[in-house]
């Protein structure tokens, strides 16, 4: 049975370079946005029982999309209902997967709630920072999140505990398990305004010197130390001095390995940060894709380590 006869009003070769925020991206072959819960977990079963591959996307902030597109369908979607339970000095937020990021968090800082202030600026919506577990000022998502509705690989409703989420340095177990995210509580808690504000603020501070390039935010992730016997810090003693929460910042390796302002056509390793990579206009996802393996490929030679992408790629 084809797809369309079960989501007639999917639509067809829909160009997804206007859905990511990088602007890259060919044709998803099916385009459907869900509008409430009940069209998301239709369109996901109606791809299921095509069998039909399917993608879902948010707000395609972390995204770098094929020049050739997708071969299947791609669900976008955009519900975003809330409600809220207060309890003596907490807030318990639960907010539809398809609520902007940023629009929780200015509700809770001005509700003078605290636990996701450190967040402001991160594009997109809640589904993808949960699945990403999004973070920025060395905290992330997995600290307020607790419990999360997902549809189940066997499309059964499911609500798991934070635990059950498998939440780690900017990953879950969503991908893993084959689910997809509903719904997301949060747990926040009261605080004094000007603590609130100092984080919201510093947050402030990070987009105000980010690119103003398309990017889809850092390429790479961070590397994370190997407990007392790290390997790298055993080679390059001198990276010591980096390290930040039992990490090190890859821009630092990225710019010693000499890839700082590196071009491949319209893609470039941002000079003001070289864990962004920007489209500095007419970027195909393949001139990036380039780039990126040229950056790995490099920080490998000089320091014998792998760098992990944190941009998620479709069709590639
Ligand atoms: C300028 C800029 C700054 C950024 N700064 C930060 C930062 O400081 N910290 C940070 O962590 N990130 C940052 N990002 C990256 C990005 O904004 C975050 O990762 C964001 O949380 C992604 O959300 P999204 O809705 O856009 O997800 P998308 O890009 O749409 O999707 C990302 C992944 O999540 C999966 N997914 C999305 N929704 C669901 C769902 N409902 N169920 C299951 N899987 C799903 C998708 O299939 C995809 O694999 C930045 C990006 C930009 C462009």
């Given at each position: 049975m084809s797809l369309l006869s079960k989501l007639s009003n999917a639509r067809q070769k829909i160009e997804l370079k206007n859905h990511t925020t990088f602007r890259i991206g060919g044709p998803a072959k099916y385009f459907f946005v869900a509008q409430s819960q009940e069209d998301f977990i239709k369109a996901v079963r109606a791809a299921k029982e095509a069998e039909t591959p399917f993608y879902l996307l948010g707000g395609g902030s972390n995204m770098l999309v094929a020049?050739?597109?997708?071969?299947g369908l791609v669900i976008k979607y955009n519900f975003s209902a809330q409600h809220e339970k207060k309890k003596s000095e907490e807030l318990e937020l639960t907010v539809e997967a398809g609520t902007l990021f940023n629009k929780v968090i200015l509700g809770a800082v001005k509700a003078g709630?605290?636990?996701?202030?450190?967040?402001?600026?991160?594009?997109?919506?809640i589904g993808g920072a949960v699945f990403g577990n999004a973070g920025r000022l060395g905290q992330d998502i997995s600290g307020a999140v607790k419990a999360v509705k997902v549809l189940d690989k066997n499309l059964n409703e499911q609500v798991l505990t934070q635990k059950e989420c498998g939440f780690g340095y900017r990953e879950s177990g969503f991908l893993k398990a084959g689910a997809t995210i509903l719904e997301v509580t949060l747990r926040l808690a009261e605080k004094n305004r000007e603590e609130i504000d100092k984080t919201f603020n510093e947050a402030r501070e990070v987009i105000l010197h980010g690119p103003k390039f398309p990017s889809a935010g850092c390429a790479f992730k961070n590397y994370k130390l190997n407990g007392e016997d790290d390997e790298l810090l055993k080679n390059?003693?001198?990276?010591?001095?980096?390290?930040r929460g039992g990490k090190i910042g890859v821009g630092y390796l990225i710019d010693q390995a000499g890839m700082k302002g590196k071009k491949v056509g319209g893609a470039q390793v941002w000079e003001?940060?070289?864990?962004y990579v920007i489209n500095?206009?007419?970027?195909t996802g393949q001139e990036v894709k380039t780039l990126m393996d040229n950056v790995v490929e490099a920080v490998g030679e000089k320091y014998g380590t792998l760098l992990e992408p944190e941009v998620r790629l479709l069709g590639f």
């Amino acid at each position: 049975m084809s797809l369309l006869s079960k989501l007639s009003n999917a639509r067809q070769k829909i160009e997804l370079k206007n859905h990511t925020t990088f602007r890259i991206g060919g044709p998803a072959k099916y385009f459907f946005v869900a509008q409430s819960q009940e069209d998301f977990i239709k369109a996901v079963r109606a791809a299921k029982e095509a069998e039909t591959p399917f993608y879902l996307l948010g707000g395609g902030s972390n995204m770098l999309v094929a020049d050739e597109g997708f071969e299947g369908l791609v669900i976008k979607y955009n519900f975003s209902a809330q409600h809220e339970k207060k309890k003596s000095e907490e807030l318990e937020l639960t907010v539809e997967a398809g609520t902007l990021f940023n629009k929780v968090i200015l509700g809770a800082v001005k509700a003078g709630y605290s636990g996701i202030e450190w967040g402001f600026g991160i594009p997109g919506t809640i589904g993808g920072a949960v699945f990403g577990n999004a973070g920025r000022l060395g905290q992330d998502i997995s600290g307020a999140v607790k419990a999360v509705k997902v549809l189940d690989k066997n499309l059964n409703e499911q609500v798991l505990t934070q635990k059950e989420c498998g939440f780690g340095y900017r990953e879950s177990g969503f991908l893993k398990a084959g689910a997809t995210i509903l719904e997301v509580t949060l747990r926040l808690a009261e605080k004094n305004r000007e603590e609130i504000d100092k984080t919201f603020n510093e947050a402030r501070e990070v987009i105000l010197h980010g690119p103003k390039f398309p990017s889809a935010g850092c390429a790479f992730k961070n590397y994370k130390l190997n407990g007392e016997d790290d390997e790298l810090l055993k080679n390059h003693p001198e990276l010591k001095e980096r390290v930040r929460g039992g990490k090190i910042g890859v821009g630092y390796l990225i710019d010693q390995a000499g890839m700082k302002g590196k071009k491949v056509g319209g893609a470039q390793v941002w000079e003001g940060h070289a864990n962004y990579v920007i489209n500095t206009g007419g970027a195909t996802g393949q001139e990036v894709k380039t780039l990126m393996d040229n950056v790995v490929e490099a920080v490998g030679e000089k320091y014998g380590t792998l760098l992990e992408p944190e941009v998620r790629l479709l069709g590639f």
